[in-house]
T-cell receptor
Framework: ELKVEQNPLFLSMQEGKNYTIYCNYS?????LYWYRQDPGKSLESLFV?????AVKQEGRLMASLDTKARLSTLHITAAVHDLSATYFC?????????FGKGTRLHILP | DTEVTQTPKHLVMGMTNKKSLKCEQH?????MYWYKQKAKKPPELMFV???????INESVPSRFSPECPNSSLLNLHLHALQPEDSALYLC??????????????FGPGTRLTVT
């Protein structure tokens, strides 16, 4: 059974700081996704990582994938309040995607 | 058009009511999904349709009945729901399963309250 684990599950950080969210998964998969969800809203696709060593960046967010370690990271650089949200990683297997529990990110001004 | 639309946005229904949730996409995607999401939890997959045929049912109770009338539309028929079924119901679509990228595009969701 595929398991997807994120940590931390909750993160409170100051504006301007850097931090990393980790996503580990238990079985082989070559595709990993990061989504953002604002309270009461739907999921917004941030990154699709399709191969080992893939790195993608958008603004202050950078995601990477190490398929050998079954690990993806979402790095936040110089955090700003607008990045406060819940971030989910997800891995696909057998025609469906399995979500991690999500990381609730709260950025303090 | 990269949008998935869902109606209604909010729905309140009694346990004896019958209602339907609707989802539509015009991206030419051939896979569509229903998810249920409780507060502060990740989305839970309910159903997957591939080329308008049900391919995955995650052991969902029969009071939820999905329907895919064509490649652009997905419905979820609700009957005799329980209060614990109250949640955000999300629809998503992706390119056909087996094409190598299953990036899913999510609709805004329907907030369902069962009284």
């Amino acid at each position: 059974e595929l398991k997807v684990e994120q940590n931390p599950l909750f993160l409170s950080m100051q504006e301007g700081k850097n931090y990393t969210i980790y996503c580990n998964y238990s079985t082989t998969s070559d595709r990993l996704y990061w989504y953002r969800q604002d309270p009461g809203k739907s999921l917004e696709s941030l990154f699709v990582l399709l191969s080992n060593g893939a790195v993608k960046q958008e603004g202050r967010l950078m995601a990477s994938l190490d398929t050998k370690a079954r690990l993806s990271t979402l790095h936040i650089t110089a955090a700003v309040h607008d990045l406060s949200a819940t971030y989910f990683c997800a891995v696909d297997r057998d025609d469906k995607i399995i979500f991690g529990k999500g990381t609730r990110l709260h950025i303090l001004p | 058009d990269t949008e998935v639309t869902q109606t209604p946005k909010h729905l309140v229904m009694g346990m004896t009511n019958k209602k339907s949730l609707k989802c539509e996409q015009h991206m030419g995607h051939r896979a569509m999904y229903w998810y249920k999401q409780k507060a502060k939890k990740p989305p839970e997959l309910m159903f997957v349709y591939s080329y308008e045929k049900l391919s995955i049912n995650e052991s969902v109770p029969s009071r939820f009945s999905p329907e895919c009338p064509n490649s652009s539309l997905l419905n979820l028929h609700l009957h005799a729901l329980q209060p614990e079924d109250s949640a955000l119901y999300l629809c998503a679509s992706s390119q056909a399963i087996g094409t190598g990228s299953y990036e899913q595009y999510f609709g805004p969701g329907t907030r369902l309250t069962v009284t």
